[in-house]
Structure formats: structure tokens, C-alpha cells
T-cell receptor, first 114, second 113 residues
Framework: QQQVKQSPQSLIVQKGGISIINCAYE??????FPWYQQFPGKGPALLIA?????SEKKEGRFTISFNKSAKQFSLHIMDSQPGDSATYFC?????????????FGKGTHLIIQP | ETGVTQSPTHLIKTRGQQVTLRCSSQ?????VSWYQQALGQGPQFIFQ???????GRGNFPPRFSGLQFPNYSSELNVNALELDDSALYLC????????????FGEGSWLTVV
């Protein structure tokens, strides 16, 4: 059972454009939603994360939008640059004593064309 | 730089063999978890250790086992290797009090032939 569904699987955006990646989750016990960036041959790097008490979080060019009622969250990359080309994973977990780890989406391969 | 170091970076094993992968975390990171990432997939949670005891496990069989040591290092052991065990194995650690903020190492690539 896939508890976190991520789309699209791949995405091509022109330099300077906005990249948007979407995720949906099923488990209402999830209360932590991070995004990870992974370059080939490297481990995932934490990019930005949000908790359900806010609907949006912005860090530099990266913004997470969160819709609790729809059980959806998305990553927006503003002014996308070729260096942003990587695979992006959304994830979810529950805190407060749970040790279930992070549940990841299947990833989005993002290509920023110069 | 996450401060999570893994070894070896690459290794090849034969089906049926056993493998030990190692991880070293930053001082104070008393929670360590291991993930399996198959090619083209997202990481999957194997298990988590807190203060040297396993306190959470994903959908992996008992032949996947681990250890955590007082010096913030840990091991992942896999017995009776199968071809489907070929994957990138990621170690991740977190600081107490930081909630779910998890930092990953670069991983160990395991190929089973």
C-alpha cells in the first residue's frame, strides 16, 4: 500500500520558470512532511519541511503548500535553475512516539533546461 | 555536510552470502535509522535504533538486523542475500529534540549477483 503518492514522475521546466511537484497522503496520523533533494550517486538531502499547523512555508526559492483537508502538499521551486536538476522526494511521518520512519513518495525527476 | 558517514560505498556480494554495512553519526545523534532505496524508487524504512535498541521496524524480514553502539556508530546486517537486495542502503540520524529532522548519509551501494 502506497501511503504517499507523488506526481509527476518526471518534469521538464525552462530556466527561470516555476517547478511544481505534488504529493498526496492517506494516513491522517502523519504530522511531518519533508521534501528531499537527491543528486545521482548521493544520499537524499533535506530541503524544506512543514507541519500541519501552517498552510505554507517558504525558504528562499522553495515553498511548501499544505492542504490538510485534501491531504495534499506540494513543492514549488521559483526561478528554477539548472543546478536544481535532481530527483525530489516528498515524505511523511508521524511524531509523538511513533518510530515508523519516513514514508517516501516514488520521486520526481526534475530537469531544468537552460 | 550531514555528518553521517557510511562504508563501504560500493560492494558486490553473491546470493546467499551475508553483508555488514557501517554508519557513523555525529556526536549526540542518538537515533539512527536505515533505509533501502532500489533503483528509481524512493527510500523504504528498514528499522530505527534509539539508545542502542530497535524501536521501530518497516516491512522487512528478520534477516535484516542491526546494531547501534554507544559511540553513535551503527551496523546493518543482511543474511542470506537475495538478488532483490541489490540497492542503495542509506543510514540516517537525528538529534534528540529536533522532532523528525533526519539527515542521510551518502549510502552504500550493494549489488548481489
Amino acid at each position: 500500500q502506497q501511503q504517499v503518492k507523488q506526481s509527476p514522475q518526471s518534469l521538464i521546466v525552462q530556466k527561470g520558470g516555476i517547478s511544481i511537484i505534488n504529493c498526496a497522503y492517506e494516513n491522517t496520523a502523519f504530522d511531518y512532511f519533508p521534501w528531499y533533494q537527491q543528486f545521482p550517486g548521493k544520499g537524499p538531502a533535506l530541503l524544506i519541511a512543514i507541519r500541519p499547523d501552517v498552510s505554507e512555508k517558504k525558504e528562499g526559492r522553495f515553498t511548501i503548500s499544505f492542504n490538510k483537508s485534501a491531504k495534499q502538499f506540494s513543492l514549488h521551486i521559483m526561478d528554477s535553475q539548472p543546478g536544481d536538476s535532481a530527483t525530489y522526494f516528498c515524505a511523511a511521518s508521524r511524531s509523538g512516539g511513533g518510530a515508523d520512519g519516513l514514508t517516501f513518495g516514488k520521486g520526481t525527476h526534475l530537469i531544468i533546461q537552460p | 555536510e550531514t555528518g553521517v558517514t557510511q562504508s563501504p560505498t560500493h560492494l558486490i556480494k553473491t546470493r546467499g552470502q551475508q553483508v555488514t554495512l557501517r554508519c557513523s553519526s555525529q556526536s549526540g545523534h542518538n537515533t539512527v535509522s536505515w533505509y533501502q532505496q532500489a533503483l528509481g524508487q524512493g527510500p523504504q524504512f528498514i528499522f530505527q535504533y534509539y539508545r542502542e535498541e530497535e524501536n521501530g521496524r518497516g516491512n522487512f524480514p528478520p534477516r535484516f538486523s542491526g546494531l547501534q553502539f554507544p559511540n553513535y556508530s551503527s551496523e546493518l546486517n543482511v543474511n542470506a542475500l537475495e538478488l532483490d537486495d541489490s540497492a542503495l542502503y542509506l543510514c540516517a540520524s537525528s538529534l534528540p529534540g529536533t522532532g523528525n529532522t533526519i539527515y542521510f548519509g551518502e549510502g552504500s551501494w550493494l549489488t548481489v549477483v
